[in-house]
């Protein structure tokens, strides 16, 4: 079974049900980690916002054609694989070990479909208000 077939195969008629069906709807908190290994075996795209008033207005098609081009580093939003390579890439001996103390809780904004690829997308929580995420040197 395809990763696209894993999302098609999920219980409920449509995106919102499916997404639902794993614990993926609008208002949860996920945690980063398990947001991306939801993506990676049903397929879907996980998109995180750094910016509320983006995120609530809920339209990634329209950001990602506003942003094409713009590197992905310095876009408003990212994809969860690439923030947490980033991330890891930043910190690569802490990082993980952060992650465990002190889970990152992405909040859903959204759940769609654009081109017949589902995706959700998440609200960051602002790090700075983490006080182990501000500097690599901090263990917590």
Known sequence: MTEKNAFENLKGSGV?????????????QVDILELQRLSRRYGFRAVVYFEEEMAQ?????A?????ADVPESDR??????????????YDPYSFDIRLKELPIMIEVVAVG???????????????DELDTFEDPEVMG
């Open 16 to 28: 919102d049900e499916k997404f639902a069906s794993i614990g993926v709807s609008t208002g949860v």
């Open 63 to 67: 950001d990602e054609k506003e942003y």
């Open 57 to 61: 207005a809920g339209d990634l098609a």
């Open 76 to 89: 408003p939003f990212v994809s969860v694989d690439d923030f947490l390579k980033f991330a890891r890439e």
């Open 113 to 127: 479909e654009i081109a017949g690829t589902p995706y959700v997308t998440g609200l960051m929580p602002f790090l």
